[in-house]
T-cell receptor
């Protein structure tokens, strides 16, 4: 079946540090890949997505590249801010139809001054 | 404003007392889904619906019921809640793929349920 594996948190960084959150997946065919963000006390928001190999999704300074050869979709940001503190979820939807999102377990990011 | 609205936000109930969590979306989306979020487990799908009167089980459907009588509403029903259903619940909706591309789910703000 489909699955998503994320690095365990929490991840604690100083403001302006570089961020990487690793995500790898298992799926048949060509899934679409997503990063969602959950701020404290809120629901999930779509952060970025990529729908085919080598696509790069980007939003709010965050980027992730769909790597088919390594089945990965790592989230990166060059300079984090305190306001980026949240839980980040990697997710996939299988190719070929259907709308079921499969999530990773989430990675908590805490950014300190 | 396009949104998914869940109610209530917080609920404490006792074992065995039937409850319903409501979910409504104003985007005319075909797909709706319920997830539960538990520490260390991420989000797991409970039930989903592809359109009115079309529902199916997700990964963890035991102890839950849903209905989709109208396109905008997708209530989650716990007929006899138990403490292991204490969790954070999210409703989400999405349109069907457009040109083969999927544009993402919109999530509600969540319902924190405690069953004692």
């Amino acid at each position: 079946g489909n699955s998503v594996t994320q690095m365990e948190g929490p991840v604690t960084l100083s403001e302006e540090a570089f961020l990487t959150i690793n995500c790898t997946y298992t799926a048949t065919g060509y899934p679409s890949l997503f990063w969602y963000v959950q701020y404290p006390g809120e629901g999930l928001q779509l952060l970025l997505k990529a729908t085919k190999a080598d696509d790069k999704g980007s939003n709010k300074g965050f980027e992730a590249t769909y790597r088919k050869e390594t089945t990965s979709f790592h989230l990166e940001k060059g300079s984090v801010q305190v306001s980026d503190s949240a839980v980040y979820f990697c997710a996939l939807i299988p190719g070929g139809g259907g709308n079921k999102l499969t999530f990773g377990t989430g990675t908590q990011l805490k950014v300190e001054l | 404003e396009a949104q998914v609205t869940q109610n209530p936000r917080y609920l404490i109930t006792v074992t065995g007392k039937k409850l319903t969590v409501t979910c409504s979306q104003n985007m005319n989306h075909e797909y709706m889904s319920w997830y539960r979020q538990d520490p260390g487990l991420g989000l797991r799908q409970i039930y989903y619906s592809m359109n009115v009167e079309v529902t199916d089980k997700g990964d963890v459907p035991e102890g839950y019921k849903v209905s989709r009588k109208e396109k905008r509403n997708f209530p989650l029903i716990l007929e006899s809640p138990s403490p292991n259903q204490t969790s954070l619940y999210f409703c989400a909706s999405s349109s069907d793929r457009i040109g083969g591309e999927w544009y993402g789910y919109t999530f509600g703000s969540g319902t924190r349920l405690t069953v004692v």
